[in-house]
C-alpha cells in the first residue's frame, strides 16, 4: 500500500491551510502519541511561485488571526551565512578552478546542517516569539541541502512549535519501502518518516 498527498496550489488549499494552522488542536501539537510536530507540505514544483505567494499570505492572515508565524527560507539563510566573513565571495573566485563536485562539498561543509543552519535557525527562533515555524526554499537549496539531514537535526531545536516544511515534490509512505521525500517528483531525495502530511490532517 501507498499513500501520498500532494495538492495544487489553490485558494481551496489555502483556505485549508489556513483552517489547520489556526484551529486549536494544531497550535496545541494534540496529535498521535508524543510525535516531534514536524509536518510536510508537499506541492507540483511547478507551482512553486504560486506556493511562494499563498505562504506569504498564510503568514500575514495567520498574523491577522493572532497565529505568529516565524517564515525562514533556507536558500535565504544560506546565502546570509555564506556572506559571513566573505565565504560567498571566496567561493565565487574560486568557482571556475573547483569541479562541480567540489563545490558541492565546499558548500556542504559551509552549510552543514547540524554546525551551521540550525544554530542559525535556533538563533532566529529565539529572537522573536512565534506559534509555527516555517521552512521552504528547500528546491533552491538542493543538492548541497537534503530535507532529512535539516529535518534530523532540527527536532533537537524546534520541538516546542510546530513546523511545517514546504515542499517541492511529494511525501510518500510505503509499507515496503517506508517514508520518502521525493524531490520534484523524480529524485527520492530522502527517507524521512517522522512528520505527517499536512495535507492529511484534519481540524
Do not use: W
Amino acid at each position: 500500500m501507498v499513500t501520498t498527498g500532494q495538492a495544487p496550489v489553490t485558494p481551496e488549499l489555502q483556505q485549508s491551510l489556513f483552517e489547520i494552522l489556526s484551529s486549536k488542536r494544531f497550535l496545541s501539537r494534540q496529535g498521535p502519541g508524543n510525535e516531534i510536530p514536524f509536518f510536510i507540505c508537499p506541492y507540483p514544483p511547478s507551482d512553486a511561485v504560486a506556493m511562494d505567494t499563498l505562504r506569504q499570505d498564510l503568514v500575514r492572515d495567520l498574523g491577522k488571526a493572532g497565529v505568529g508565524i516565524l517564515d525562514i527560507n533556507l536558500y535565504d539563510l544560506s546565502l546570509e551565512l555564506l556572506r559571513v566573513d566573505d565565504v560567498l565571495g571566496q567561493i565565487l573566485e574560486e568557482e571556475g578552478a573547483l569541479s562541480p563536485d567540489e563545490l558541492l562539498e565546499t558548500l556542504q561543509g559551509v552549510l552543514d546542517p547540524e554546525h551551521c543552519l540550525i544554530p542559525a535557525i535556533a538563533a532566529r527562533m529565539a529572537e522573536q516569539p512565534f506559534d509555527i515555524l516555517f521552512l521552504s526554499g528547500v528546491g533552491e537549496t538542493f543538492p548541497y541541502l537534503r530535507s532529512h539531514k535539516l529535518l534530523n537535526n532540527l527536532q533537537r531545536a524546534a520541538k516546542d512549535q510546530p513546523t511545517l516544511l514546504f515542499f517541492p515534490g511529494s511525501y510518500t509512505h510505503a509499507l515496503a519501502s517506508g517514508a520518502s521525500l521525493d524531490l520534484f517528483g523524480r529524485l527520492q531525495d530522502d527517507k524521512y518518516y517522522r512528520a505527517f502530511n499536512i495535507l492529511h490532517i484534519k481540524v
